[in-house]
């Protein structure tokens, strides 16, 4: 289902974006040779917790009865999405790090009245949701791999730069692919980005390849829809698989891979980019 905010409500998910622009921020200053996963983890949860937030990906459901075991995805060289932020993960020196994480804000009754947004009632904690992530290399990093984040961000910033009313979600993904194909990059086709802000997805979903023009799923963007979008983007082939815990996605070759989000609002003026400091 396609939801429509009100600019109250998109009001509401901007200034929770901006709360977790500045949290990623400073997980992303922890990404380090020698550092630990969980340690991003607690950084994370503890500075939800002091916003009046609460993580939207900590025990999220991921089907055959497995739980997300973290609140922030870190996905570290050739994991594409998912990677669990778990204790015994260390990062190391040349590691490209790729932090994912989604933040349910306010869940406070007065700070909902402050801001003067009524309650999402799609959440029984009331908040309205926002997600994000940036790739970043700890320590020093192959001209490859750099060449791989420049490219993965230019999609980005393309890609958010064709989110305005009147046009197709092709739009959004040929200007991902213009930049990818160029550089011979695999374009992962079995994640996507997504519809954001009653939930932490919800339609519509948001390629980063071009499908047919004809279908259904080809929508044209409106005022006030809110999307996450998000190129995650290989140095090989495009084809993913999941790893042995069942969970975390992986290139089927190998391969680095990167990955870039924002949640955009569709405006009158254009996109706007809700999960910016």
Request: charged share 25%.
């Amino acid at each position: 289902m396609i939801y429509i905010k009100t600019k109250e409500e998109i009001e509401a998910i901007r200034k929770g974006g901006k709360l977790l622009a500045l949290i990623l921020k400073a997980i992303l200053a922890e990404v380090k040779p020698g550092a630990m996963t969980a340690d991003i983890e607690n950084l994370a949860r503890k500075m939800m917790a002091d916003v009046g937030g609460i993580p939207a990906f900590l025990n999220y459901p991921m089907g055959d009865d497995i739980y997300f075991p973290s609140a922030v995805c870190v996905s570290i060289n050739n994991e594409v999405v998912h990677g669990g932020a778990l204790p015994n993960r260390e990062i190391n020196s040349g590691d490209i790090v790729d932090l994912d994480i989604g933040m349910q804000w306010p869940i406070d009754e007065q700070a909902r009245k402050k801001i003067g947004v009524k309650a999402n009632p799609h959440s029984s904690h009331g908040g309205y949701f926002t997600d994000m992530c940036a790739t970043v290399g700890a320590g020093k990093v192959s001209q490859d791999a750099k060449k791989l984040m420049s490219v993965t961000k230019q999609c980005l910033d393309a890609a958010i730069s064709q989110a305005k009313p009147g046009n197709c979600l092709n739009d959004i993904a040929r200007a991902v692919e213009k930049i990818a194909n160029k550089k011979n990059y695999g374009i992962v086709r079995d994640l996507v980005g997504h519809g954001v802000g009653y939930f932490a997805h919800e339609g519509p979903d948001v390629f980063n390849y071009e499908i047919s023009e004809k279908s259904k799923e080809n929508l044209k963007l409106e005022v006030g829809m809110v999307i996450a979008i998000e190129p995650m983007i290989n140095a090989g082939t495009y084809r993913v698989k999941v790893d042995k815990n069942n969970y975390t996605i992986i290139t089927a070759d190998g391969s680095l891979s990167a990955h870039f989000e924002h949640t955009v609002a569709i405006t009158e003026d254009g996109p706007q980019i809700l999960t910016a400091e």
